[in-house]
């Protein structure tokens, strides 16, 4: 039964830990779809401040000439019902951190769950092995396959979830909720009540 366990095995795990890689990728993608997706909005709250100033600026400079008569008081008019109040929730960077959190825990999981799969078939390897020297004339045919086909493949597919590891630990996180209402805050509101 360990053989048959072993041999299902090796032919599933390379495959498992390129799809945990696959993923792995695919979550460092969607982080930086985050962060360009923060600094579009840091540019756009930024000219947003720049252009609510500028507006704020032109209808004073409009009412003050208008009043002194240094412009016919219908010539220019200010500059209204142009609303650029950022709307909470229209976009929310609070939210697609937190699902991507969740998506970097579930990912984390998979290793540990898999290196522990794994750690359980190399024991099941040694088990094949012990066995084997109980059939002589088999011993060498089986101790060969498994030192060239199994124990290799399990050791790669190991060492691959490392790496996968130490990828997913590079990539940073928001810590507390705190930190995701306050950058959603900030994403929103950026300068918004210096505004009069």
Known sequence: MNIVELIIASQ????????????????????????????????????????????????????????????PRDSVEMIR????????????????????????KLLEKECDDFKISIADHIKKAQEVRNISLKVPDKTKSVIEWLDKEIIPSLENARNMTTELENAIIAIPVIQTENEIDKLSMESINYEMDNDD
């Open 81 to 104: 019902d142009i609303d650029l109040t950022a709307k909470p929730g229209a976009i929310s960077i609070a939210k697609q951190f937190k699902a991507f959190q969740d998506t970097k």
């Open 12 to 71: 599933t795990i390379h495959r498992f830990s390129n799809n945990t890689r696959l993923h792995a990728s695919s979550l460092n993608n969607h982080f930086e779809a985050l962060r360009n997706t923060m600094g579009l909005l840091d540019y756009t709250n930024r000219q947003n401040t720049g252009l609510k100033a500028t507006i704020k600026q032109l209808n004073q400079l409009i009412y003050h000439l208008s009043h002194n008569n240094t412009i």
